[in-house]
């Protein structure tokens, strides 16, 4: 929970949540964690992420940065006829 006990969470009722999910999504962005609650027991928890979370991947960045040997998938001769089961 990031350091907050859960007497510092905001709490939200389901129909609240329902009813303002966009802008609890957007409080939660900012730094505000709420937990959820239905006929007073806490069900869920809406909080930021982590601090630690992976930065998103972006397509194509490791171009030009890879080399593959012209000779990859090629075998020697020993080692395909040891595949195949011809011990040789």
Known sequence: MSGNSSSDLVRVGVRELRANLSGLLRQARHG????VMSHNEVVAEIRPPSTTASPRRRAGALA???HIADDF???PADVLAAMEGDAG
């Open 32 to 35: 505000t964690s709420f937990l």
């Open 73 to 75: 998938d090629s075998l």
């Open 64 to 66: 030009g940065k890879i």
